[in-house]
């Protein structure tokens, strides 16, 4: 008999989480303006909210803590996260950043103008906030396949080169660089394949144009080539990483994904041109350059993070669990974005509350109920995310409305997933009694899911 699949680790320390009951819970979400973000974290008893920051270090992890080296200029940590930047992902430059965001911002600082406009794959949301905040433009290129939730197709964050290549003709000289996020996080957590990272590479030597990687998930992308894309099962993680970075110029991080670390960011690039620019943004907004925002300590669990981040047997632990998640729904019936996605699995609201308006916010309507049915917090991923048109002022109604639910990495174990998929077949079981959604009350003008307040529409 075949042993079955299980973990690549063993527990080490443990964290209590705390169970509550649907009285309280009704209360906390309703003082909480149904924005699950305001939640206190101790009113959550599975927090799905993200796979950002959450996710458990190593034991290794925690003694290059001890090791962090804390001078402000030159510190060692500094050299073992470049050493380890540039050995997995062929990069000779790089600045730390606090965190992903702050990479996009130092990086869009020296490259993007008002009026510009920069095509990729379902830009992630503070990459778009980053590009609105310049008044300049974010252009989805991503293949049509990406938006049907019932398709299953192997790379759904691959880009449309038709798409593409009408944007760089008709504006190409707005265009900065284009941006492609791996794995695209946007529609699915779906991987981007090599073959189109090439294509997208021809393109933009082509129209002489930059090449930069949003690369929070840059690992599990690697992890999907290997199983999907013919002629990459025999090579290792490491070797698909460097090949899919081959065809970038420039990388921004959120470490606190694949590189498994609670806070962290960096920008990695080719040009000593751009360093040296990115250099002045960095010294103002995040710190000097060989810190950036970041402790030395925490340098140094993330240059470890890299090396355990691209390993096999954990992306397959981490990315079997997803899909165990997954596969559990689907038995149920429930709606997800097809194929299963590398760090969450996304719930199509449109498919599972059909009878509530788009006005009303189905995925946030569908979290929320969630939360009251078992604790468990999910994320919108739909018309409150995707804000309002920045000229017109209008809700922006994406063509997926998804609620997701991410999984922390090294975090949970299956139990937990079966709690998860339980909770979500019982609203399923009454998807049909669920006929009034939600209404805004109070916004910020940008990147409002964060702190908006709703009530019962
Ligand atoms: N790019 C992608 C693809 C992301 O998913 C994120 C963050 C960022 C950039 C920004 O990085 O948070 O370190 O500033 N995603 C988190 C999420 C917040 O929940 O998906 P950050």
Not at 31 to 56: C, H, M, P, W
Not at 102 to 131: M, R, Y
């Amino acid at each position: 008999m075949d042993l079955p699949f299980s973990e690549s680790y063993k527990i080490k320390m443990v964290e209590p989480i705390r169970k509550s009951n649907r009285e309280e819970r009704e209360r906390w979400i309703k003082e909480a303006g149904y924005n699950l973000f305001r939640l206190k974290s101790e009113q959550v008893f599975i927090d799905l909210l993200t796979d950002s920051g959450t996710g458990a270090m190593s034991d290794k992890q925690w003694s290059e803590l001890i090791m962090g080296d804390e001078s402000y200029a030159g510190a060692s940590s500094y050299y073992k996260m470049k050493n380890a930047i540039s050995d997995l992902l062929g990069f000779e430059y790089f600045l730390p950043t606090h965190q992903g965001r702050a990479a996009e911002n130092v990086l869009f600082s020296v490259l993007i103008k008002e009026g510009d406009i920069i095509p990729g794959n379902s830009h992630f949301d503070t990459t778009k906030g980053h590009i609105e905040f310049r008044k300049a433009f974010a252009v989805d290129c991503t293949i049509d396949e990406a938006f049907d939730t019932t398709l299953s197709h192997p790379f759904k964050g691959n880009v449309d080169p038709e798409k593409l290549e009408n944007v760089l003709k008709k504006h190409r000289d707005k265009i900065p660089f284009i941006i492609i996020t791996v794995t695209c996080n946007s529609s699915g957590g779906q991987p981007v394949s090599i073959e189109n990272l090439k294509m997208v590479r021809q393109l933009a030597d082509k129209y002489g144009k930059t090449v930069v990687y949003d690369s929070a998930r840059f690992a599990e992308n690697a992890y999907f080539i290997k199983l999907r894309e013919p002629g990459y099962r025999d090579k290792t993680i490491r070797e698909i990483v460097r090949e899919m970075f081959s065809f970038a110029d420039v990388m921004t991080m959120s470490s606190k994904k694949d590189a498994i670390v609670n806070m962290g960011g960096f920008i990695a690039m080719h040009s000593a041109e751009l360093h040296c620019k990115a250099s002045v943004f960095n010294i103002m907004f995040e710190g000097y350059i060989t810190y950036g925002g970041m402790s030395g300590r925490d340098m140094n669990a993330l240059a470890q993070g890299l090396y355990e981040g691209t390993e096999f047997d954990y992306l397959e632990t981490r990315i079997r669990q997803v899909e165990y998640l997954g596969n559990r729904l689907m038995e149920f019936g429930i709606p997800l974005q097809q194929p299963i996605g590398g760090h969450a699995v996304f719930v199509d609201a449109k498919r599972f509350l059909p009878g509530l308006p788009k006005e009303e916010f189905q995925a946030q309507s569908l979290a929320v109920e969630l939360y009251r049915e078992a604790g468990v917090r999910g994320v919108e991923i739909g018309a409150l995310l995707a804000d309002r048109d920045p000229v017109s002022r209008e809700n922006r109604y994406p063509v997926l409305e998804l609620m997701r639910l991410a999984i922390p990495r090294r975090v949970y174990t299956n139990n937990h997933m079966d709690v998860v998929a339980v909770a979500l077949k019982n609203i399923w079981d009454r998807r049909n009694t669920i006929n009034k959604g939600l209404k805004i009350v109070k916004e910020a003008p940008i990147m409002r899911h964060f702190t908006v307040t709703l009530d019962l529409a």
